[in-house]
Each structure stands twice: as C-alpha cells, then as structure tokens.
C-alpha cells in the first residue's frame, strides 16, 4: 500500500520538470521529449467477413502541455488508434505492429499487468457517450473513487473525500451531497465533467478525449472545452483531440493530424493546416463547411464514399474521390512527406502530408480550391 | 446480396440447425409414414416374444404385451409432434395478437391485456393442466387446444417489448407520416421485424408443449392407450425400469432428440432472423 | 423505496383477484360441476362432508355469489374440506408444505448457484471449450423431460450403482439429518436441471451483452484488474434480468415439482396433488393451484423487490 | 372550416400532375400561381398559431396524470411558399416535436396549425390521410428510418400505395426516376437498406418523402447523423430539390451554420418557447436575443485566428427540464444579462425589424445588448 503511494510520487516528481517545459514553450518547442508517442502502428480486425484494415501504421508524437487533434469521419480508424493506444481494442482486434511509447517506455511490450497499472493513472480517456459510458447501476461517487483507490491506494474515506474535490473542481454544484447520486440524476454535460473529473482523478501526463462532446449540445460543448483547456492549464497534461469537427478545435489544438482510410494523410500546427492544408481531403473537409463570408454559396461536397478498409491499401486511399488524382496515386501509396511550412519555423515533422501533389496544392481553400476542370489541367 | 440469400448464409453458419432440420425431418416423416414404414401394428399384441431386447426383429425391443417398440414409437410421434405443432401454432397466433395489440394500442388496452397475461402467467400451467385434463379423456387435438391456450403468455410479451420499441423507430414513423393505416404498419412493418421472436418462440413453444403432453401422459391424463404417445409409453415401462431398461431409453430419448432438434432449430433461427446480426459490416 | 414497495403489494390485489376468478371458473367448469365428481364417483363418502360443501358454494346460488362465499371463505383460510378425507383442505395444505417448501427452496438455490458460475464463467471464457461444453449441456438440459431425467437418475444411481435412495424422504428422527439429505438429493438435481441449464444461458446472455457496454470500456480505461470489471460493473448490471426470470419461472419450478414428487414418492404438495387429480377431490386441487398462484405472485413481488434494488432507475421511475 | 373544401379537391402540391377534379380553387394560395420574387406576397402556407404540445407524465397504479413535459408551449410563426424556415435549438427545446406537431405525428395540446388555410389540428381521420400526400417528413437517423426488411423499391413505392397513385407500372417507373432524381441508380431498387451507406440511406429518405409530390417538407436534423463530407452533399442535394420542386421546408437543426447556409429565414427555439424569429440575414448579423448570442458564440469557426481572437458567451448549466421550466423569462436561469424583471415577468413577443423584414424577440433588454461575442 505505501510502496504504491511513494511511487505514485516518484511519478509525480518526475513528470514535474516537463510540465513545466511544456508549459513554457506553449506548445512550440520541439526539443523536449514527447510524453506519448506513437509509431508505425497498425491494428486490424480479423472478422469473419474479412480482415478490416482499421489503423495503417501511423505516427505521431504528443508532447506535455501539448494539445493535437486526430480529426477523421467515422471509420478514418481515429478511435481504434486511440483505444490502442490504452491497450483496449475490442476483439477481434489486434495491434498488428508498432509502438506505444509513453515516457519513453512501450506500452505494446509491457504486461497486460502493468498496462493496468499505467491506464487511469499516466493516460486516462474519456469518451463520446456520457451517457452510456457511466455504470448506471453504480453511484458517480463509487466510480469516481475507482481510479483514486486502485492507483493511489487510497482509503474509503479519503477517495470519497477526494472524490468530492474532483467534482467540485469541474464544477458540480454541491458535490459532496451529489457522490451518492446515480448517473442518471445527472444531466448529459454533468455527467462528461464527471467522466473527466474521473479521467484526471490521477493527474496523468496524457488524457485522450474521444469525441468527448459529439453527443451534448452546442453550449454544452463550449463549456466542456472551455473546462478541459482550464484544466489542461493547471495539470499540464497531453492532451490528444479526437474529433470529426474541424472547426471545433481550431481554436484551441496545437497541432491538427487529418485521419483518412486508417491513415494520417496530413499533419501540421493548427495555424498552418486551415491557412495551407497540403492534402486533397483536408482542403475538401474544409471547403464543405459553410462558408463565413457567403453563407448563400454552394457547398463543395466531397463526391463519393469512404474507402473499404477490408481491402488493404494497395494505392492512396482519397484516390477514388480526389479531383486531383492521376495515374501515379493509384499504384503508388504515398507516405507522410515534409512539406515546408510557411510559418517560417520549417523543419522535419513541421508540415507533412502524405500527398504525391502536395507542391500543387498550397495556399487557403477559398481561393484555392479549383474545380474538376482546372485539375484537369495539371494531370 | 438479397436479405434471403443472408439467411440462409447465417443459418446454414448453424450446423447444429441445419442438422437438426435433417434430424426433425427425417423423424417426422418416418412418424407420418408410420403406416407404411413401421414393421408392425402399434396394438399388435404378441404374447410369444413379450419384454424383448432390442433385436434384429425388434430394433428398440419389445413391451410386456409383445408389442413393437419401434413402432410404437414411431406412432407415439404422431401424436407428439401433432400437439407439440398445433398448439405452437396457436400460442404463436394467440400470443402475437395479444402482445401486437398491446404494444400498438398502448395506454387502457396494453393495460387490460398486460394485467390479463400476469394473471395466466402466475398460474402453474402443469398443475392447471392436469385439472383440466381429468374432466374429459383427451384426444390428440383437444390437448394441443388446451396446451396451446395455456402457452401463448411468453410470446404476447416479447412481442409486446418488441412492438413497444419498434413502434418508437423512426420507420415506423414515417409511415404514420406517409398516411399508412394501422393495419398497414401493423402487418408491413411490425411484424416482419419482430418475426425473429415471433418464430424462436413458436419453436420454444413445440419443445415445451411435446414435454407438456409427455407429463400429462406419464401422470395417465393424455391421450388414452391403446393409443401409443411416448409420455404413456413411459408410464407403463416405470415399473420394470430396473429389469428392461430399453423401455424407458427409447422414448425418452425421442423426446428428448425432437425437442432438442426443434429448440437448435430456433437457436440458429434467432440469428438467421435477425438483421443486425448481417448487417453490411 | 418504502413507496416503491407499496405501490407493487397494491398492484398484487388486482392479479390475485384475477387468478381467483379464473380458478373458480375452473371448479365451475369441473364435469357436473364442483360437487359432480363427489356425486357421481359412487364411493363412501360421508353425506355431511357433501353436504358441508354444497352448503359452503351454495350450489343453489348465482354463480357470483357463489364465488364471493368462497372467496369470502378462502380469505379466512377456509379452503373447504377434502372430498377424499373429509379433513380441511387447509390443514392438509399446511402438513405437507414443509416437505415441498424444502424440496422447491433446494432445487431453486442448487440452480441459482449452479448457474451463476456456469453462466459467469461460460460468458467470461466466451467461446472456450467450457462455454461450448455448457452450451451442449444446457441444451440438452432444456430439452429433457423432468420425469424421464428423474426415471434415468433413479436408474443409474439408485438401480445401478445403489448410491442413492430413489424413493422416500427417510425420517429426520430415525436416520438424522445426513441420511436425510440423501433422500433429497436425487429430486433437487432433478427439479433444478431445467433451471440451471435456462438460467445460466441467460445470464451468459445477459452479462455478454453487460461486458460490452461502454460502461466497461470505462471501467477498463481506469485501470482496474479484469476481477473488478467483470465483478463490480459486469455482473450487477447483468443480473438485473436475471432476477425476473427466476421469479418468473416459479410457477414452472412448482409445476416440475409436481412431477418430481411423484416420481420420487416424495410427501410434498405436489404429490398429494397429483393423488388428488385421481380422486377428482376437487377442493384440495383447488387449494393447491391457489397456493401456488400465490406462491409465484409474491415470489415476483420479491423479485420486484431486489430489481429495485439493484437498479436505480427503476426506483426513481 | 365548412366552406373550405375537403381533401379531395385540394389542389396538387407541384401541379406536375392535375387532379381529375377540375374544381381546383382560384385561390391565391396555390403556389404554382406564385412565381419566384413576385412583389405580390403570397400568403403563408403554412400557419402556426400558439401551439402547444404537453406530454402527460403518468404515475401511480392508476395511471393519473402527475404533470407534463411542457415540450411545445405556445409557438407562433408562418412559412410562405417556397421559403425555408430554419428551426434551431439544443435538444429539450422542443424543435423536433413542433414539426412534428405540425405534421399532426403528434397531437397539438392547444393551438392551431393551418396548411393551405385548412386546420389540420381538428381533421378527420380520412381528410388528414389525404392531406399526408402533401406535406411529408424527413428523418435524422438514416439508419431507424428506413424498414430494415422492405427493398429500397418498397419503400419508394410505399407512400404511392397508399395515396393509390398510378398503376402498378407507373409506380415502378417513378420510384426509379425518384432513385434517379435523388442520385443513386435506379437498378438499385431491389437492395435492401443495409447494403447502403448513411449518405445514401438519407437520399432514399428524401426520395421517399418526394414520392407523392408533396408542398411542404419538415426535414428533422436531416444531415446531424452524417460525416461533414457527405453532409454537404445531402445539404446540396435539399437545396436543389427545392428550387427545382418549389419545395417549402421546416429545416431542423442544431447547427447553426448549416441552418444559416440553407434558411431564409431562422426561428430559435428555447425551452418550448420561440425566443427570435427574423431573416437569416438579420438574425445572424444581429441576433437580438441573449441566447440566440449565445448559440452563435458557441459554434467553432474553422479558422485558428479568428477563434483566437474571439471572446466566447459561455453559458452557464444546463437546459432545465421542460417539466418545469422557469418563470417569467425561460432563459433566466442561464442568461448573462437576466435581472429581477426577467424572472417574473414573461418578455412579449415584439418586433423590432422593419417594415419588410419583421425580427421577432422575446427579450425585455432586446434593444440594449451588445453583440460583441459573436462574429
């Protein structure tokens, strides 16, 4: 019991120093030591009407105080790599291959023991569906508690105590009356700041938010950001964004990597990417969204569906779909390329897009995106 | 990929019920057949080999009045499989009424009929059952009657459930908004997509009623010898279990194989039925 | 809660009401009516016990009226006098109920627990040879026949291997508790088969469903050992329906041990029931079929009871 | 409502196919007689007056009526022909259960909803069936709304059995050309909704819905259950539609600026209360009402500089709970701006636009707020 208390605050300690880093280069500095990071990592499902090719070795580095959003419509495989990341892909899924490195050590080679042992306390999760993702049968304070005494070795009395606290701190109105509630005496917003008053109930160094508003209402939704980026500010952890939304998290993620067909197709800091996205998806999800200044104008769709992830990618997945495919897209899967970034800070890992026609692409949407016609034109 | 050809991929995914469909097939016909295929009248008493083992003339044997087990068995079938398919097909027909009527209508009528169910539900069937069979002597039909009458309870409230969630689907709803009658939704829309309990419990229901008959005529209040059921046959082999053990085997093991085979059957229909479990993914 | 429990023993009145109703109109319906079978079976029965009876149903009344008297009566425990013994069906009732009560508690409680862990277990180890053993096993469970599982028992362990008694209750003052027990062993497994096997389906049903709820999903994210997934968020949750069909089933359980007492010779309800069907002693029948209604709708009031319990949205509908 | 005559002789919604009677009226309401920016407004098709819709909450053994879910509490507004109304609130604020109210899937508690100047709330069983062909619905969820066990054809041939329009043959031939209209193949009509995805399931929602040629449309979060990319395409889709079929559509939603992209005119809704109504242009460039801010505030901009820049109205709590909602100001509760009057006193509904372009705002401090929060 107290050998697992002191060594929560060995981790405590350790972790203090690139809080502070992190804090300090506001998201900028690329010389500390990402806390999360993910490499070549693939994981599929061996169902019996195929193997779903979900996640395609993707790639990604997540650094403290750091927030990046992994933006994809349903089936781009944004889900399925967070749960890989915490070890919890539903079967029949499979981490095929790749790394999980999270403060430098991989969570992929690690027992399912110490799996457990790190999930709660150093990367915690929230999910898409307060409603469904609290025990309804168990009181908030019960499962508030959970985290606090299987990782921090806590007492009975003083998880409940803690617990309290939590849900004072995101802002439960009289917590301590409400622990012995049922999740259902909660409305939809209380119930996501009780998911994350329970994610960030051991202070990890990455939180990983799965669509955590989707499922509330607009107003629900700025308050609950509003809380996270508050509490991000004050705990200083990583935090990785997982959305469909692209405006939502232009205002508050760092960087910004665009998930396609199980892929990243394109990633850069969240200024450069709406200024001069690189990929054909990434200019066509923005220029769907209805624009400010012509409300009245038509929206540009994106013809077409998503690919079949059973097939395993044999050519760049957006091919089928891309005004500006040619011949070399189809034979030829294009990987994650450095594109210069014209923010000035160029640099490997700045700007990549996996793209064969990035050259051709620069600039904002509304100027830049062209019709059929014009595409024509390059090919 | 049409929604038929889905299910006879998911159902013949079942094994088991594909074999029990070759097995239940098989039985039924030889028991229908029996006139034709059986190697004896089921009565033909033959005092020279009484309380025979199982032999190359008699293949399960025979009884203490030398009558052919086999195909006593096989007419003992008859009748199970009559009452055990008739009064299914009543409970089924009962039950889906009153639990689509319920659900659709709701409010009083759900109610009334609901408070209706609980009450035939909190009566022990077996006990009310052997009441009713000692007021008259029962025929193979009568019984499937009775039973049938006193079985339809589970059905009218998974049926009920299932309209209650049905009738909220947006589908459903969009034909209210088209100007669908009731019957229309009724018979287009709820009931084929609530077939899938519909069925697994019409095939619950045969299992439970063969059993029910075979009770009955274990306890002497079935069908009436000299009329072979396999719930009379056991009857009379109770006293000489210990000495010819084949009397008691044999038709308890054709209870047994049929209601096994019809309740596979429903298992591998529960899946075959129902749409999520084929869904495009 | 105190609310909750109220408003259920309310609603019991309407049901038991009901059931009333429907099993006078079963005496009614009886071959010449309630007294015929006395009349016509031409056995010595003593005149005043029929006499007591038709005067008791007033034969001579409106059918309802009738039927307030004799509910009237059965309200006070009056539940008339046995045709067979001329003694009250009550007293009778009451002398035999011990040994069903026993035999029917046994069987529930092997099934409950047998059920529990094969459920559990099968559902934890999801496709493993033990769940496809259990699966085999439930099926076949299912679909026996109570008697002719009880006749097999009766042949392998009593006849063959001479293990057990296949007959009897053995007396508890005569034998002691053990050589008891071993009377009671053969009619438990055999009463409770059908329930382990229904049961523990269900259950591996109903806690798969559980284990993929996003809620476990959660409780994973946290950290906590499989134990504690399964334990504290599975299992709770999955029990909830469990509960309904126990009680449900019931009037299954006192059905099967009609069955099985007879088969056994056991000294229960069930058998003087089955003895009573034979002696057309209609009055006893009817207070049989009574008890057991009753028996099965406050046996759902429980199971209301501990549903409310487990579930807190049930409470606060 | 006696002088008016029945169902059978209303005139057709699109006049593509001339009723046999003959006895079409020559009333202004006919909206083929209206042609597109005609000085002369036409009046409303469609007329909401005070509705109401409360849903009983029962409890006890006897079922007695405890209370209610106030979900739609005395709702006013008109749609002219070929207009789009946008309708736009969080969830709980009655927007889905006020078109369908209108669409009588529900059944008004109080109020009046008149459709081509006939009462729809008071209508019998068989006139109300035949007035159905003429207004129509479009559903959220692609998935639940579509008869997982009837064939694409079916479906589309539904509405046509039974308003019994055309021979079996025509039908056929018009569920293909709906199929065609809508952008998927026509040889697809034997498929079964599973074999499709969410974008193409809602074409064969909005392909039904157009099958009896229908007036008016309520589309309920038609594109919410859908990827941004394919929303766009539906969106586009609805736009088109509409201006081909001279469509009129209650458009749904909770997203803003799809609502801004698609209306002309916008109504918000707030706990089973209409708190603003205005053109699109007015409302968004100057929305009068605190929460009609609040909503605008709170819906990102897909732009890092702007967001930076921007200082969001961030609501405080949640929505209460139509079973009681607040006095006086529903918004009280939660509105930055509330004080002593607004939580005793009802704000009226005025209007405070021009003459041609009415903005409707049920606000004390309507006037004086600042819009300094929303772009």
Redesign the interface.
Same mark, same amino acid.
């Given at each position: 019991m107290s050998g697992r208390t002191g060594r929560t605050e060995d981790a405590a300690r350790a972790s203090e120093p690139e809080v502070v880093a992190g804090a300090d280069g506001a998201g900028g500095s690329r010389t500390v030591e990402p806390v999360l990071s993910v490499r070549n990592l693939t994981t599929r499902f061996h169902t019996r009407?195929g193997t779903v090719h979900a996640v395609n070795g993707i790639s990604y580095e997540l650094r403290a105080g750091e927030t990046l959003a992994l933006v994809g419509?349903?089936g781009s495989g944004k889900s399925v790599s967070a749960l890989s990341v915490?070890g919890?892909v &539903?079967p029949p899924g499979t981490i095929e291959h790749g790394q999980v490195l999270l403060n430098g050590r991989d969570l992929l080679q690690a027992s399912e023991r110490e799996r457990?042992?790190?999930?709660?306390?150093e990367v915690?999760?929230v999910?898409q569906?307060p409603m469904?993702?609290?025990?309804?049968? @168990?009181t908030v304070g019960r499962?508030l508690a959970?985290?606090l005494r299987?990782?921090l070795g806590m007492g009975a009395r003083e998880a409940r105590a803690a617990s309290a606290a939590l849900m004072k701190r995101v802002g439960i109105p009289n917590p301590a009356d409400r622990l012995s509630d049922?999740p259902?005496?909660f409305?939809?917003?209380?119930r996501q700041r009780i998911?994350i008053a329970?994610?960030l109930a051991c202070r990890p160094s990455v939180l990983i938010a799965d669509e955590p508003t989707t499922a509330l209402?607009?107003?629900?939704?700025?308050?609950i950001v509003?809380l996270v980026r508050e509490l991000q500010d004050e705990m200083g952890m990583a935090i990785l964004w997982i959305t469909?939304?692209?405006?939502?998290?232009?205002?508050?993620a760092d960087r910004v990597a665009v998930m396609y067909g199980g892929t990243i197709v394109e990633e850069a800091g969240?200024?450069e990417l709406?200024a001069d996205p690189r990929h054909p998806y990434t200019r066509? @999800? @923005?220029a769907? @969204?209805?624009r400010?200044d012509d &409300?009245?104008a038509?929206?540009?769709?994106?013809?077409g569906? &998503?690919p079949d992830l059973k097939a395993p990618p044999t050519s760049c997945p957006f091919a089928s779909r891309c005004d500006w495919a040619v011949d070399r897209c189809e034979k030829e899967v294009p990987p994650l390329m450095d594109v210069p970034s014209v923010s000035g800070r160029s640099g490997p890992g700045q700007h990549r897009s996996a793209c064969w026609r990035w050259d051709d692409l620069g600039g904002a949407v509304d100027a830049a995106f062209p019709g059929r016609a014009e595409a024509g034109e390059f090919a | 990929m049409s929604e038929r050809s889905g299910f006879w991929a998911e159902l013949s995914r079942h094994r088991l019920a594909l074999a029990s469909v070759v097995v239940l097939g098989v039985l039924s016909a030889a028991c229908l057949g029996a006139p034709l295929l059986a190697p004896y009248a089921f009565d033909a008493i033959d005092l020279s080999s009484i309380q025979q083992a199982p032999s190359e003339d008699h293949l399960m044997g025979t009884d203490d009045l030398g009558r052919d087990l086999f195909t006593r068995v096989l007419y003992g079938g008859r009748v199970s499989l009559l009452i055990g398919v008739l009064s299914a097909v009543l409970a089924t027909v009962l039950g889906s009424a009153v639990g689509v009527v319920a659900g659709f209508y709701g409010r009083a009528v759900d109610n009334v009929l609901m408070r209706m169910t609980d009450v035939a539900y909190a009566i022990p069937t077996l006990p009310l059952l052997i009441v009713l069979a000692s007021y008259t002597e029962a025929t193979a039909v009568s019984m499937a009657v009775v039973v049938g009458l006193l079985s339809w309870m589970t059905t009218a409230r998974v049926v009920r459930g299932e309209v209650l969630s049905l009738k909220e689907m947006a589908f459903v709803e969009a034909a209210r908004s088209l100007g669908a009658s009731s019957g229309r939704i009724i018979w287009r829309h709820l009931l084929p997509n609530a077939l899938g309990p519909i069925v697994v419990g019409a095939t619950l229901a045969v299992g439970n009623a063969i059993i029910l008959e075979s009770s009955l005529s274990f306890l002497g209040l079935g069908v009436q010898p000299p009329t072979p059921t396999w719930g009379n046959m056991l009857m009379d082999a109770q006293a000489t279990m210990a000495t010819k053990p084949w009397l008691t085997i044999f038709p308890g093991l054709a209870i047994l194989l049929t209601v096994l085979a019809v309740n596979f059957i429903g298992d591998g229909l529960q899946d075959a039925l129902d749409p999520s479990a084929r869904s495009s993914r | 809660m105190t609310a909750y429990i109220l408003r259920r023993v309310l609603q019991m009145v309407p049901l038991l009401l009901g059931i009333t109703v429907i099993l006078f109109a079963v005496i009614q319906a009886a071959p010449g009516g309630p007294e015929g079978a006395l009349l016509e079976s031409g056995r010595f029965i003593d005149p005043s016990v029929v006499e007591a009876y038709r005067a008791r149903l007033g034969v001579d009344q409106p059918v309802p009226v009738q039927y307030v008297r004799w509910i009237g009566a059965a309200l006070r425990g009056d539940l008339g006098v046995s045709f067979s013994t001329t003694r009250p069906v009550t007293e009778m009732i009451i002398e035999r109920l011990p040994a069903t009560l026993e035999l029917m508690g046994s069987a529930f409680v092997l099934a409950a627990i047998l059920a529990f862990l094969i459920g559990t277990l099968s559902a934890v180890r999801q496709y493993s040879w033990f769940d496809h053993l259990s699966t085999s096993a439930s099926f076949l469970g299912i679909a026996m026949p109570v008697f002719w599982f009880g006749l097999i028992l009766q042949l392998v362990f009593g006849v063959w291997l001479g293990w057990l008694p296949v007959a009897g209750t053995g007396s508890l003052s005569g034998g002691g508790l053990l050589n008891h027990l071993q009377y009671l062993v053969l009619p438990s497994i055999v009463l409770s088969l059908r329930y382990v096997a229904g049961w523990s389906r269900y259950l591996r049903g109903s806690l798969l469903g559980a284990l993929r709820a996003d809620y476990i999903r959660t409780a994973r994210a946290k950290g906590l050992s499989e134990g504690a997934v399964v334990g504290v968020h599975g299992l709770r949750n999955a029990l909830i329906p469990v509960v309904s069909i126990m009680a449900l089933n019931l009037a299954g359980l006192f059905g099967g041990a009609v069955i099985t007492e007879t088969i056994f010779a056991w000294p229960g309800i069930g058998r003087m029931f089955v003895q009573a069907m034979f002696a057309r002693d209609y009055p006893l029948l009817m207070g049989i079929l009574l008890l057991g209604s009753v028996m099965v709708v406050v046996f759902n009031l429980v199971a209301d009871i501990v549903y409310a319990a487990l579930d807190p949205r049930i409470r606060y509908e | 409502m006696s002088d008016q005559p029945k169902g059978g002789g209303s005139p057709t919604a699109t006049g593509k196919t001339p009723t046999a009677t003959g006895k079409t009226p020559a009333r202004p309401d006919d909206i083929d007689a209206r042609s597109e920016g005609s000085p002369e407004p036409a009046p409303p098709l469609l007329e909401v007056h005070d509705l109401v819709k409360h849903f009983p909450v029962r409890r006890g053994f006897l079922q007695r009526q405890v209370g209610a879910i106030r979900a739609v509490d005395g709702v006013s507004f008109d749609i002219h022909p070929g207009e789009t109304l946008g309708l736009v609130g969080e969830s709980g604020s009655g927007k889905s259960t006020t078109g369908r109210t209108i669409l009588r899937l529900h059944e008004a508690t109080a109020g009046s909803v008149r459709f081509r100047g006939q009462e729809l709330t008071t209508l019998d069983r068989e006139p109300l069936r035949r007035e159905r062909r003429h207004m129509q619905m479009i559903f959220q969820d692609p998935y639940a709304s579509l008869n997982p066990r009837h064939t694409v054809g079916t479906i589309l041939r539904e509405p046509l059995d039974v308003h019994g329009v055309g021979d079996p043959s025509e039908r056929r031939a018009r569920v293909h050309q709906l199929l065609d209209r809508v952008g998927l193949d026509p040889a697809w009509d034997r498929r079964y909704p599973h074999e499709f995805s969410g974008g193409q399931r809602q074409r064969i929602g909005i392909a039904r819905a157009l099958a009896t040629r229908p007036a008016f449309i309520v589309a309920d979060e038609p594109i919410a259950a859908l990827d941004v990319s394919i929303q766009a395409q539906i969106v586009n889709l609805l736009s088109d539609l509409k201006d081909e079929l001279g469509l009129t559509y209650l458009f749904i939603a909770h997203d803003l600026s799809m609502v801004r992209h698609i209306s002309d005119r916008v109504a918000v809704m707030y706990l089973g209360r209409l708190v603003e109504l205005g053109t699109r242009d007015a409302v968004f460039a100057q929305p009068l009402h605190p929460y009609t801010q609040a909503l605008m505030s709170a819906i990102p901009v897909p732009d890092p500089k702007l967001e930076a820049e921007r200082r969001p109205l961030i609501l405080q709590g949640d929505i209460p709970s139509p079973a009681a909602p607040p006095s006086g100001c529903r918004f009280h509760t939660r509105c930055p701006f509330a004080e002593a009057r607004c939580r005793t006193d009802e704000p009226e509904w005025r209007d405070l636009g021009t003459a041609d372009a009415p903005h409707l705002v049920a606000c004390h401090f309507a006037e004086g707020l600042s819009n300094e929060h929303t772009m």
């Open positions: 009407s419509e349903s915490m919890l &539903p457990r042992d790190v999930r709660g306390r915690a999760m999910f569906d469904t993702s609290l025990n309804p049968v @168990l499962q959970e985290p299987r990782h049922h259902h005496q409305s939809g917003g209380q998911m329970m994610a209402d607009v107003t629900i939704q700025a308050q509003a469909h939304d692209l405006a939502l998290v232009a205002g508050f969240v200024g709406y066509g @999800l @923005l769907s @969204l209805p400010l &409300p009245r038509r929206l540009t769709s994106i013809e569906r &998503p | - | - | -």
